[in-house]
């Protein structure tokens, strides 16, 4: 009986890492290779499989499946993924597509907290490192089969990798990411053997190279940035950073500062050879917020579905001179929030920050490993979503990612039975009798 249950483990693993695999960027340009069909089936495939494990492991026999589980501790994760529903269903013009993608954007979440429920934070990271190493792998692949693909060049850069990805900054994200999923594996798995793994040391130094070969600085720093904030505060055993709050405000001062204080040093900066606009960043910041302002600003255009409202997009272009590049651009808002605010509007983003301040309350009670790990993939989410859209589907991986990290802090969440007994105890005198102590 041992051995089966360890191999069904094994099996469901596996899937885990194919699914993960897909969020992360696979088949990507390989459909240029084997057909548009092999990308629509590796997604499709995985949305199944992500709702097949969740209803394969919730009974023993048919009477007890069920795809919904509901713990109170995930309420402001449920609170999110219902008003984002109900919201975008009310206010979208194209149902049909609206409803595949507000399903798609449950399943992942609820996806997540399945992972949470089923498996240690350290066993998600240690899969979706082997994921990314079959994506290496495969960013190999294409190299060897088509360079032509595999590389871009630009105004500003000549023979960039771009792998799997579109684009050479959307490839460096990934492997800037998975370069720190990859790091705290490694630092655990040196903690528990007393060793580094030969095979993922290998690993990190070929995820560093191609991270280099993508030519990305920003990429890069964050990458640095989150190192360096591991090597710091791991030592602090223990602080614990109210890390929603600092979500909240990193994100909405962040833009403050790009509206108001950014301009005023643009002459310095100019007359340094630095770019002000954070290469055009706030001139697209500034037409949607001049557009939302008149459009749908409480409510937006329904989660994922602005960009593909041609007639939407049109409008956002009328905010800008037609000689501006961005009175043609249609390939996202560059900024979590401001995407967020198309798609979702304002509430949607007080929903947003709800469900992050409401799950992040609990990270105070998380052990040092534990914390330290959530807080550095947290942290790269936080900067990247400064100047990109880290919600730019329903299930890729930073989505998958983000609501993973929602979850484990959640679980967290103390047994208020124990709670109350020890405030009690604390509370009550003891009483010693006549005892005397000398």
């Known amino acids: 009986m041992k051995q089966k249950s360890e191999l069904a483990q094994f099996r469901t693993e596996i899937l885990i ?32 499989l992500q709702i097949a494990i969740m209803l394969r492991s919730s009974g023993e026999n048919i009477m007890d499946v069920r795809l919904l589980d509901i713990k109170p501790r995930y309420s402001p994760i449920y609170q999110f993924m219902v008003f984002v529903f109900a919201e975008s269903m009310l206010v979208t013009t194209t149902r049909s597509a609206q409803l595949v993608t507000c399903l798609r954007l449950s399943v992942t979440i609820l996806f997540s907290i399945w992972l949470v429920e089923n498996l240690s934070l350290h066993r998600i990271i240690k899969l979706f490192s082997f994921a990314q190493v079959l994506l290496n792998l495969a960013i190999i ?53 007393n060793r580094f793994s030969a095979f993922w040391l290998a690993a990190m130094a070929l995820q560093i190279i191609l991270l280099l070969m993508a030519k990305a600085t920003g990429a890069l720093l964050i990458s640095v940035m989150i190192a360096l904030y591991h090597f710091v505060f791991g030592k602090l055993q223990d602080l614990r950073l109210p890390l929603g709050w600092i979500y909240v405000i990193c994100s909405v001062g962040f833009l403050i500062f790009a509206f108001t204080i950014l301009p005023l040093f643009a002459p310095l900066l100019e007359s340094m050879g630095k770019d002000a606009t954070l290469t055009g960043r706030t001139e697209l910041w500034n037409g949607i917020y001049r557009f939302m302002q008149q459009h749908n600003m409480l409510t937006g255009f329904g989660y994922g579905q602005f960009w593909n409202g041609q007639a939407n997009v049109r409008k956002l272009h009328l905010m800008y001179n037609r000689k501006s ?112 102590d000398l």
């Open 141 to 193: 692949g294409i190299i060897v089969l088509r360079p032509g693909l595999a590389f871009q060049s630009g105004d500003t850069f000549s023979h960039a990798l771009r792998g799997v990805y579109e684009a050479k900054n959307a490839m460096a994200s990934e492997l800037a990411f998975g370069l720190v999923i990859l790091s705290l594996y490694v630092i655990d798995e040196a903690k528990e053997k």
């Open 325 to 436: 590049y961005f009175s043609r651009m249609s390939t996202g808002a560059h900024n979590q929030i401001m995407e967020l605010w198309l798609n979702i509007g304002l509430l949607g983003i007080a929903s947003y920050f709800l469900a992050i301040i409401g799950s992040m309350r609990f990270v105070k009670y998380m052990k040092q490993d534990e914390y330290m790990k959530l807080s550095s993939i947290f942290f790269y989410l936080t900067l990247c979503g400064l100047t990109e859209r880290i919600f730019e589907n329903a299930y890729a991986y930073r989505v998958v990612m983000f609501f993973i990290l929602l979850a484990v802090a959640c679980s967290w969440l103390p047994d208020r039975k124990l709670l109350r007994r020890r405030k009690t105890y604390e509370q009550e005198p003891i009483d010693n009798g006549d005892r005397t």
């Open 17 to 48: 890492v194919f699914i993960f695999l897909g969020s992360i960027g696979f088949p990507g340009t390989y459909r240029k290779i084997f057909g548009a069909f092999v990308q629509t089936l590796y997604e499709y495939l995985s949305f199944l």
